[in-house]
């Protein structure tokens, strides 16, 4: 079992920034990656950026070039900092985690961090 842990959300205007973490615990050692997906009002879940075991990353293309995840392993968090935020990246941040076991994989969610980005 992986348990995750949000925080950071909050209002902020337009052209701000805002970092998010997330905080695993439990059988951390078998994830294979870690993502932020977030889900707007109406809105289906949508992958907003990975990070692997190996460090490296991947960013849907509307957020390229204004959010960065990284992951502290000493700390067992992950990170997005998110900046020059646009009123369209309004919604609820889960994190996730990917983890293998045996070649099976399992994901696991976080309960979400709300994130207003007034115009």
């Known amino acids: 079992q992986v348990q995750l842990v949000e925080s950071g959300g909050g209002l902020v205007q337009a052209g701000g920034s805002l970092k998010l973490s997330c905080a695993a615990s439990?059988?951390?050692?078998?994830?294979?990656?870690m993502d932020w997906y977030r889900q707007a009002p109406g809105n289906q879940r949508e992958l907003v950026a990975t990070?692997?075991?190996?460090?490296?990353?991947n960013y849907a293309d509307s957020v390229k070039g204004r959010f960065t995840i990284s992951r502290d392993n000493a700390k067992n968090t992950v990170y997005l900092q998110m900046n020059s935020l646009k009123p369209e990246d309004t919604g609820v941040y889960y994190c996730?985690?990917?983890?293998?076991?045996?070649?099976?994989?399992?994901?696991?969610w976080g309960q979400g961090t709300l994130v207003t980005v007034s115009s």
């Open positions: 439990g059988s951390i050692f078998r994830i294979n990656a």
């Open positions: 996730s985690a990917d983890q293998v076991v045996l070649s099976t994989h399992r994901r696991f």
């Open positions: 990070i692997t075991s190996g460090y490296s990353t």
